[in-house]
Each structure stands twice: as structure tokens, then as C-alpha cells.
T-cell receptor, first 116, second 108 residues
Framework: GAVVSQHPSRVICKSGTSVKIECRSLDFQATTMFWYRQFPKQSLMLMATSNEGSKATYEQGVEKDKFLINHASLTLSTLTVTSAHPEDSSFYIC????????????FGEGSWLTVV | RKEVEQDPGPFNVPEGATVAFNCTYS??????FFWYRQDCRKEPKLLMSVYSSGNEDGRFTAQLNRASQYISLLIRDSKLSDSATYLCVVNAGNMLTFGGGTRLMVKP
């Protein structure tokens, strides 16, 4: 079946630094990738939708200059958390929609970010 | 009103019980529907799509009621391993909207 790989699975960084999270679709081309954030005991919150070759569409309240999303190819999207602060500590998950499958989406394993 | 609403639970049920979750959605243009399962500190995984005629996969049955704009998930003969959060996902155009999830705890 379709597989989406996310890396790193866990990262600890110092406040003020930047962290990059990668999301790769391993056996399919993804025209659309989604980035979510999930705080403990809360639901997934969509941060942005990225389409290959174009700028990401950010949800209301998500700072595009703080959360940089790049979707340079049909198999890779990256999320960079710039100037991270402790309140950015969260579980970040990407998902990808295969070009061929229509509506089904597949999730990456998620990345736990801790900012100290 | 949220676009996709679920009772957060938790639903505490004994092993072997039958349990049902509902999910209501507000966008009448929604085209496709899914149930995902999320274990603690893990990513969501697709449990099943929901078809208009209803569909069954083993102990799991999903149904869609377009007129009332809700979908349901029925789990029969609950197992301890069914303990998780169940997320309702609604697709309209290119927009995927998640419900807040319903937490299920199956007790011995």
C-alpha cells in the first residue's frame, strides 16, 4: 500500500533555532500534501495545504513566515519551523494524496517537536 | 458550529460490547467520507471509507446518511485492541476536514 515517510520522528531544539521536517511519499506521486499540528489530547489541526510547484495555502491563524512549506517535487514536501519557541512544541503530521486515488490520504508517522 | 462534529467521549465499554459513534457534518457539498483510527501518540490510519450504501469490514460497519448529514461507525464484539481515538473525515472538493475524534476505551 501507499507509504508516507516523515523525518525526523523526534527532534529537540533550542528556542530561536529553526527545524525542518520532511515528508516523502515513497511509492506514489502526491499532487497535494497537507501539514497538521496536534497538541496533546486535541484533534488534528490543519496548518496548510501544499500543491506541487505552487505556494502553500495556509489556514487562518497560521503564520506563513514562521511555518515555511516547500513542495518542490511530487514526492517531497518540507515544513520548516523558523525561530521556534516552546509553544511550538507539538506533534506535526503530514499527509499526502496520491494523484491516482482521488480522495484517500495517507499520513506520515508524525514528528514530535520539543523546543527548549 | 464546527464543520465536522463528534462526541469526544470517552466511551468506556466492556470487551465484547457493541459501540457506535456518530459524526455530523455541515457542508452539504461534501463528497466523500472516511473513518480514521489514531492510537495515542501515533499518526491516524485509515480504517475505512464510507459509502452511500453503507459498508462493512469485519466487525466494523460504516453508514452514511446524506439527508441528515451524518456518518456512523459501528464496532461489534469490541476488543481491547480497539481502544483508540476514531476520527471522522469529510472531504469537499480539495478540502479535508477532521472531526475532533471520539475516544474509545475497551475494558477487560
Amino acid at each position: 500500500g501507499a507509504v508516507v515517510s516523515q523525518h525526523p520522528s523526534r527532534v529537540i531544539c533550542k528556542s530561536g533555532t529553526s527545524v525542518k521536517i520532511e515528508c516523502r511519499s515513497l511509492d506514489f506521486q502526491a499532487t497535494t500534501m497537507f501539514w497538521y499540528r496536534q497538541f496533546p489530547k486535541q484533534s488534528l489541526m490543519l496548518m496548510a495545504t501544499s500543491n506541487e510547484g505552487s505556494k502553500a495555502t495556509y489556514e487562518q491563524g497560521v503564520e506563513k513566515d514562521k511555518f515555511l512549506i516547500n513542495h518542490a517535487s511530487l514526492t517531497l514536501s518540507t515544513l520548516t519551523v523558523t525561530s521556534a519557541h516552546p509553544e511550538d512544541s507539538s506533534f506535526y503530521i503530514c499527509s499526502a494524496r496520491p494523484r491516482r486515488s482521488g480522495n484517500t490520504i495517507y499520513f506520515g508517522e508524525g514528528s514530535w517537536l520539543t523546543v527548549v | 458550529r464546527k464543520e465536522v462534529e463528534q462526541d469526544p467521549g470517552p466511551f468506556n465499554v466492556p470487551e465484547g460490547a457493541t459501540v457506535a459513534f456518530n459524526c455530523t457534518y455541515s457542508n452539504s457539498a461534501s463528497q466523500s467520507f472516511f473513518w480514521y483510527r489514531q492510537d495515542c501518540r501515533k499518526e491516524p490510519k485509515l480504517l475505512m471509507s464510507v459509502y452511500s450504501s453503507g459498508n462493512e469490514d469485519g466487525r466494523f460497519t460504516a453508514q452514511l446518511n446524506r439527508a441528515s448529514q451524518y456518518i456512523s461507525l459501528l464496532i461489534r464484539d469490541s476488543k481491547l485492541s480497539d481502544s483508540a481515538t476514531y476520527l471522522c473525515v469529510v472531504n469537499a472538493g480539495n478540502m479535508l476536514t477532521f472531526g475532533g475524534g471520539t475516544r474509545l476505551m475497551v475494558k477487560p
